[in-house]
């Protein structure tokens, strides 16, 4: 049965030990932030289509693994920059394709993500890929070798969740605090 994005979020956030997190902007940010709040976690509050480039750049700099919970629109948005990920081929970068097949942060439009298979996309780039069905094992992704793009379907729609009370300033600031932290020892 296909989750609801919350649903994700939480099931591949209770599996994260010390990864570092990009999340997409709008609703999925909201979403991460109303479950499970961290210094670890980047949430974009802008810069539609940019995650997983910014996840690339985050893995590059440093060996923590590092997880982007994306959508299609953001990836349709930016294929060059899921290009620019697969040819530099981190070891420590996954991609989650959160894949509601629309915009739903700016009033779930329609993106073509029904009629392009971004799985076979990444797969076609050289990210190792693994599909997501019925069963959210979100460890059987964390196990494989990068970078990696995880495809999970879920279903449309927003999660009834609050703003992030947090600005970006202090986003930012946390979150370099923990990635230089991690990267200082």
């Known amino acids: 049965m296909m989750l609801e994005r919350i649903e994700a979020i939480e099931r591949i956030?209770?599996?994260?030990?010390?990864e570092l997190v990009i999340c997409n902007l709008g609703f999925p940010s909201r979403e991460l932030y109303s479950i499970r709040d961290s210094p670890r976690h980047f949430y974009m509050l802008g810069s539609m289509g940019m995650a997983s480039s910014i996840g690339l750049g985050l893995a590059l700099s440093q060996e923590r693994r590092v997880v982007v919970l994306d959508g299609?629109?953001?990836?349709?948005?930016?294929?060059?920059?899921?290009?620019t990920a697969a040819a530099q081929s981190p070891g420590n970068l996954i991609i989650v394709l959160l894949d509601?097949?629309?915009y739903a942060t700016t009033g779930s439009q329609c993106t073509y993500a029904d009629v392009i298979d971004l799985g076979a996309v990444a797969e076609s780039m050289g990210f190792n890929v693994i599909r997501f069905a019925d069963d959210l094992n979100f460890e059987q992704a964390l196990a494989m070798d990068g970078p990696v793009f995880a495809h999970v379907p879920v279903k449309p729609g927003n999660a009834d969740v609050p703003v992030i009370d947090l600005d970006a300033e202090e986003i930012i600031e946390r979150f370099i605090k923990e990635?230089?932290?991690?990267?200082?020892?």
């Open 100 to 102: 509601n097949r629309c």
């Open 72 to 83: 299609d629109g953001s990836i349709l948005m930016n294929l060059g920059g899921l290009v």
């Open 13 to 18: 956030t209770g599996v994260l030990e010390d």
């Open 179 to 185: 990635v230089r932290g991690a990267t200082e020892d």
